[in-house]
């Protein structure tokens, strides 16, 4: 787990919940990804760009998962203006319940829709219907 301090603040758009898709509540969190219909999904899916958001809008959190664009880490932002980068969901899970008292959603849900629609998006497979 490290604080990158060469990581610049995100542009808006990257931790900007709004884009995207709920997929899912729970604990307080939204599971949110962009959707299917949206004209840049293909293109992500097919660079590696896809992603998930975990956000939590009472706190104004935001947990992006793994990506290119992520330097294959998960970010926390905003932790006091900056982007955490911490390269385990394990670890995202701990820091989160220490540093700001969230219990984050279980790793396996969270596996389960990055495998149902990061994943099959990225090898072209339709997720299931839900």
């Not at 290119?68 to 899970?93: A, K, M, Q, W």
């Not at 319940?97 to 998006?121: C, H, I, Q, S």
Request: charged share 15%; proline share 11%; net charge positive.
């Amino acid at each position: 787990m490290r604080m990158d301090p060469h990581c610049p603040v995100p542009r808006l758009h990257r931790h900007n919940p709004y884009p995207r898709s709920i997929l899912c509540e729970q604990g307080g969190w939204q599971v949110r990804m962009s959707p299917r219909n949206h004209s840049r999904h293909h293109q992500m899916a097919t660079t590696g760009r896809l992603t998930l958001q975990l956000w939590h809008p009472e706190r104004a959190l935001s947990v992006l998962l793994p990506t290119p664009s992520t330097d294959n880490h998960y970010e926390i932002f905003p932790v006091n203006g900056h982007v955490l980068r911490i390269r385990c969901y394990g670890c995202v899970r701990h820091w989160l319940d220490e540093n700001v008292g969230l219990l984050a959603l279980p790793p396996k849900l969270v596996t389960g829709f990055y495998m149902r629609f990061v994943l099959a998006a990225m090898i072209g497979a339709s997720p299931p219907r839900c």
